[in-house]
């Protein structure tokens, strides 16, 4: 008997009949092919779970397609995180297309609704005056950083190594593209009312004015970057408690209704729901990568450093921000007090997950 024939022999043969490979649910008349998160598979895991294609799930051949270099259509490189079975996420949001229409629907249905009924009230002619520039100038240029933090996140989604994890990419990057929209129609809409708005200045500000230039660096930085993984993290777990929180939350929520705008904050309220989502959707692939059995010493490592880099430089962005606080005609909230909660916001999260803060985030 030759090498081969033994060979053959004690190989099992490679078969694409069915019945040929025994899965999870593989002799179930429901069809289950996968092992699902819960005692039952869900809609989102019928519509998601291998959807994408894995040469290492039940497919005898390797992509059919690939790069020019070899690489193949998807691959695990293209992260520097590692996983013993990327399969194993699922989103906690359990988002998938037909009901991320339907949320996208009704939260531009909601904004709409509002400014229609505060401009039938005449509510933007009875805005303070320098609270209409704040807007003009500082609203306007904060919805290039959604932009910018939609635009990554688009750019991340295509290179997830499964549809679980590519779709809860893509819907973060949608919320952040329909926000960054969301803005610039409410300005629109306001400069209706306020022929004096230059709906321009925003854009120069976000180019010009210092107290900005932090926040384009920590956007590009995270845009520069060629890890998908490293866009998501960055965006949820560092830029959005530290500088996308700070300014929704911590200045134009907490400001605008002094300044007898209540419109402001119903928009922007939109965008804090689209982040506990796409938080708590992060949380859990850090938390599986940072537990996995034989890579999770590495994963927590490669974190603890992602988390350093892009920290310096969002807690640098925020404290560029100070002066925006001094600019309302009525001061209710204070800068230290906002910083300090952004800087709870991301010790609770990263503790959680059990990473390290940098020493500029502990000292802070």
């Avoid at 090498?3 to 999870?24: D, H, K, L, Y």
């Avoid at 709906?199 to 660096?217: I, V």
Wanted: hydrophobic share 40%.
């Amino acid at each position: 008997m030759n090498a081969f024939t033994q060979e053959a022999i004690a190989q099992p043969p490679r078969s694409g009949a069915a019945g040929a490979a025994q899965f999870a649910g593989w002799d179930s008349r429901k069809y289950t092919y996968y092992k699902p998160k819960g005692r039952h598979a869900t809609h989102y895991e019928d519509v998601t779970v291998d959807v994408q294609p894995d040469p290492k799930r039940y497919l005898l051949q390797d992509f059919i397609i690939s790069f020019p270099d070899g690489t193949p259509t998807y691959s695990e490189n293209w992260t520097a995180a590692k996983s013993s079975d990327w399969h194993q996420f699922r989103a906690v949001d359990e988002e998938w297309e037909r009901t991320h229409y339907q949320r996208q629907s009704t939260i531009c249905g909601m904004i709409g609704n509002v400014v229609e009924n505060a401009r039938r009230a005449g509510a933007p002619k009875r805005l303070d005056r320098t609270w209409v520039k704040v807007l003009e100038q500082y609203l306007g240029a904060y919805k290039h950083a959604e932009f910018g933090l939609g635009m990554a996140t688009m750019h991340a989604q295509r290179y997830g190594y499964t549809q679980m994890i590519n779709s809860a990419i893509l819907t973060n990057s949608s919320y952040k593209l329909r926000f960054a929209q969301d803005l610039t129609l409410y300005l629109a809409e306001l400069a209706l009312d306020l022929p004096e708005i230059n709906l321009d200045l925003g854009k120069q500000h976000w180019l010009e004015n210092p107290a900005w230039q932090g926040t384009r660096e920590a956007v590009e930085a995270i845009n520069g970057t060629s890890d998908y993984l490293e866009k998501y993290f960055a965006v949820n777990l560092v830029f959005e408690p530290l500088v996308a929180e700070l300014v929704r939350s911590g200045f134009f929520m907490q400001v605008a209704a002094a300044q007898g705008d209540f419109t402001t904050p119903t928009v922007i309220s939109a965008a804090e729901g689209d982040y506990q989502r796409n938080l708590a959707n992060t949380a859990e692939l850090v938390h599986i990568l940072s537990q996995d059995a034989e890579h999770g010493a590495h994963n927590r490592a490669l974190f603890n450093r992602w988390l350093a880099e892009h920290g310096k430089r969002a807690l640098a962005a925020a404290r560029q921000l100070q002066p925006m606080w001094s600019l309302p005609h009525h001061k209710v909230a204070q800068f230290p007090e906002a910083l300090n909660r952004a800087l709870e916001r991301i010790r609770s999260i990263t503790g959680e997950l059990g990473l390290e803060l940098p020493a500029e985030l502990k000292a802070a």
